[in-house]
């Protein structure tokens, strides 16, 4: 399994994209940055060139974005529009593949969350034809798009990593896949033998202490049986640790140990 590590929830007051800490990460021993795409959009040509050599310079990789689409940009509702959104998608791969990224975190939930009155049925049917198209499009660039449930308090349309699992399966796309997200599955209570059910399905991780989304740095039992299940399908893609933390260099260092010794069953 490789590891990395979402920079934007690290101060984004200062740095939105998350790219100050990708040196820091590299020093520590992390595989890779996760930043934040629609933050990295909103970049100059020369501030993105320089965003990109900084990355190249630091010894590690840009290899998943998440932050897919702003809000601004509709998904769901009367005023979604497929054509604006796939451009918006279009170009926004162009960039995340030049960084390097091979994962696209689909969340999204200012933009997907569904308007007042508007159909769920309906919006599923948007996200369908949407994500299909999307599936056409990252192929082109290498990329896979991981679908991530997101919690109640977050999204008002696909909370549980089983309705990931099903859009994922309707959609049958092979680069539309599937995100779990430990923060969001204990969140919403969700089983975590819907891992099991997933298997092959899964193709990235985000992982965080739910209380307090913050950084992982002591083993805990319900960390155990989530990488147990991971381990049982032979997961070996990446996990991204996406929290929050008051002193990173040194919860950054402990977390990274208490990955690689869940993911190699030693804590058992």
């Known amino acids: 399994m490789r590891f990395g590590c979402c920079g934007c929830m690290i101060s984004p007051s200062v740095d939105p994209i998350g790219v100050e800490i990708v040196e820091s990460l590299a020093d520590i021993g992390f595989d890779y940055i996760e930043l934040s795409l629609w933050d990295i959009m909103a970049l100059s040509d020369v501030a993105f060139s320089n ?4 990355v190249e310079r630091s010894g590690i990789r840009c290899e998943a974005c998440n932050n897919f689409f702003p809000p601004r940009v509709r998904l769901t509702g009367s005023e979604a529009s497929l054509a604006a959104a796939l451009d918006y998608a279009a170009k926004s791969m162009q960039r ?11 969340g999204s939930s200012g933009a997907k969350n569904v308007p007042q009155g508007f159909p769920i049925a309906d919006a599923w049917k948007q996200l369908v034809e949407l994500l299909w198209d999307l599936g056409t499009l990252a192929e082109q660039y290498g990329i896979t798009i991981a679908i991530e449930p997101l919690n109640q308090k977050e999204s008002n349309i696909i909370n549980l990593a089983s309705e990931g ?3 994922a399966r309707e959609v049958n796309h092979p680069n539309i896949r599937l995100l779990v997200d430990f923060y969001h599955l204990m969140t919403q209570r969700e089983s975590l033998g819907i891992i099991l059910e997933a298997d092959s399905a899964i193709c990235h991780l985000h992982f965080a202490k739910p209380e307090g989304r913050i950084f992982p740095t002591e083993p805990e039992d319900q960390f155990l049986r989530f990488f147990r299940n991971l381990r049982e399908i032979r997961y070996s893609g990446r996990c991204s640790v996406e929290a929050y933390t008051h002193d990173f260099e040194s919860d950054a260092r402990h977390a990274l140990q208490v990955l690689r ?4 069953g030693s804590t058992e």
């Open 261 to 264: 010794e869940l993911t190699s």
């Open 165 to 167: 699992l099903r859009l």
């Open 96 to 106: 995340a593949a030049r960084v390097g990224a091979q994962i696209i975190v689909f």
């Open 51 to 54: 965003l990109v050599g900084r």
